[in-house]
């Protein structure tokens, strides 16, 4: 062996190791997961040229939920009682409802406008937990709420006209995302009714299974039947919906979930490339001064929210 190969070995060995150790780190997961989330967006934006949204759902969720069950089978991770189910299928509504008008979102508005406004869901954590479980509210998290909403309506105003009256634009796509996240943020107060210490395991399974339970009606009620083209989308949204709560759980096994928060918004970023080089969306400056507004007042709740009074 020459000199110059036992010099490069070594060298080799280590950055490999650091790869490693980088795809190993809860940051690095927890941003893969939120690219992947990005990506079934962008499919699901995508494949609503050719299909309806809720036939869109529908399989996302119904292979998502085969895919699943065929990993468990596999690796037979350990799942709570049938005492649990009742109270996920209950949270299931609510992130089928999430899901569904987000996707709705993304067929009608841009893709990063939508992330940025789904992002408002942090800012109505505080305030449902207060409403329905009597947990203290603190001041300053009403006061970060109300900003943070403040640029959510600013970003749904310049693009709509909406507090002038002479509506522009679909009003309905910008105020989804919003009420995807009041859904989003509902199941998650939810958690807390059963115990802070839900298995993340457990969590990530029920949320790719019985959310399938409310559309499977729609292969009933509507024609459902793909082209092959259409299904292997199909199959893709439900491999980036499933790798998305995988990585999440995987995240958030290895980490403190303040401290993976940051990686929540880096959506924007992914959002923002995706639809510009797919779909030539280009956000205007009103968009990204929203959602600067939006992410600052996110941080400040949640900073607001774990500082000891």
Same mark, same amino acid.
């Given at each position: ?13 280590? =950055? ?11 940051? &690095? ?41 065929? *990993? ?7 799942? !709570?009682?049938?005492? $649990?189910?009742? &109270? ?9 409802? $999430?899901?569904? *008008? ?12 939508? #992330? ?10 505080? !305030?449902?937990?207060?409403? @329905? ?19 959510? +309506? ?7 006209? %909406? +507090? ?7 009003? %309905? ?5 919003? %009420? ?10 939810? +958690? ?11 969590? $990530?399974? &029920? ?5 399938? *339970?409310?559309?499977?009606?729609? &292969?009933?009620?509507?024609? $459902?039947?793909?082209?092959?083209? *259409? ?18 759980? =995987? ?6 979930? #303040? ?8 959506? @924007? ?21 929203? #959602? ?18």
């Amino acid at each position: 062996m020459s000199a110059d190969l036992k010099l490069r070995l070594p060298c080799c060995h280590y =950055i490999m190791s650091q790869l490693l150790s980088i795809a190993r780190s809860p940051y &690095f997961i927890g941003a893969a997961a939120i690219f992947f989330a990005s990506c079934m967006n962008a499919m699901i934006k995508g494949l609503s040229v050719y299909e309806s949204v809720v036939v869109i759902t529908a399989w996302r969720y119904s292979l998502g939920a085969t895919l699943v069950i065929v *990993l468990w089978f596999i690796f037979r991770p350990p799942l !709570p009682g049938w005492s $649990a189910v009742p &109270f996920h299928v209950f949270r299931g509504f609510f992130q089928i409802s $999430a899901a569904s *008008l987000f996707f709705w979102s993304v067929t009608k508005i841009p893709l990063a406008t939508a #992330a940025a406004l789904g992002l408002t869901g942090t800012l109505m954590i505080g !305030p449902l937990a207060w409403l @329905l479980m009597r947990e203290p509210l603190k001041r300053d998290v009403i006061g970060g709420t109300l900003v943070g909403f403040a640029g959510a +309506l600013f970003i749904v105003n310049t693009e709509t006209q %909406l +507090l002038s009256g002479e509506i522009d634009g679909p009003v %309905l796509g910008y105020l989804a995302p919003i %009420l995807a996240s009041l859904c989003h943020a509902l199941s998650v107060v939810l +958690l807390r009714f059963r115990s802070q210490s839900e298995d993340p395991i457990v969590v $990530a399974f &029920f949320a790719n299974t019985l959310p399938a *339970l409310y559309v499977l009606p729609v &292969f009933f009620l509507m024609d $459902a039947q793909p082209t092959i083209e *259409l299904f292997g989308g199909y199959i893709l949204c439900a491999f980036f919906g499933v790798s998305f709560w995988s990585l999440t759980t =995987i995240a958030y096994a290895r980490a403190p979930a #303040a401290k993976l928060a940051p990686m929540t918004y880096t959506q @924007l970023i992914w959002a923002a490339v995706i639809g510009f080089f797919v779909f030539g969306e280009l956000p205007g400056a009103s968009m990204w001064l929203g #959602a600067a507004v939006i992410v600052a007042a996110c941080f400040y709740v949640m900073r607001s929210s774990n500082r000891v009074s």
